[in-house]
């Protein structure tokens, strides 16, 4: 049985990961404790505590037909794990890099990607050695 079907991103998700507090989506007869138990293998931490949701579906209404449907409601689990233990999916890495210009003056770069794997690069302004005129924002990817 599946137990967890994917990780919920969102902005209060990941308000929430600062807390060690982490959200799951996951089957509706799975219990707190084999959801516990799932985390702890998959993520190699331990786990403290588990609360779950029972989300309802929506009754949503189509525009052109006047006719009403109902969206699938799902089960939601907070997994609040141990201070310092960290799960990788609700991390964004920062990383620092440092490029050298044509005439050979260095320039630092931060790297960051964000959730859906897109990658941000920004020129420092405090640049060692960089020239005006080399301090802009340069955003690559898609």
Same mark, same amino acid.
């Given at each position: 049985m599946i137990v967890i079907k994917r990780p919920i991103i969102t902005e209060k998700s990941m308000k929430l990961a600062d807390q060690n507090l982490y959200t799951f989506e996951v089957d509706k007869d799975a219990t707190k404790?084999?959801?516990?138990?799932?985390?702890?293998? *998959?993520?190699s931490?331990?786990?403290? *505590?588990?609360?779950?949701?029972?989300v *309802?579906?929506?009754?949503?209404?189509?525009?052109?037909?006047?006719k009403f449907y109902k969206?699938?409601?799902?089960?939601?689990?907070?997994?609040?794990?141990?201070?310092?233990?960290k799960i990788a999916l609700f991390e964004t890495p *920062?990383?620092?890099?440092?490029?050298?210009?044509?005439?050979?003056?260095?320039?630092k770069l931060k790297e960051k990607k964000d959730l859906?794997?897109?990658t941000k690069v920004r020129v420092e302004k405090g640049a060692v050695g960089a020239a005006p005129t080399t301090q802009r924002k340069v955003i690559t990817g898609k």
């Open positions: 404790d084999q959801i516990a138990r799932w985390v702890a293998d *998959k993520f931490v331990k786990v403290l *505590k588990v609360k779950t949701i029972n *309802k579906g929506e009754t949503k209404s189509q525009r052109r037909i006047r969206t699938t409601g799902f089960k939601k689990a907070y997994v609040q794990v141990k201070k310092g233990d *920062k990383e620092e890099a440092v490029v050298t210009t044509v005439e050979g003056e260095p320039i859906l794997g897109r």
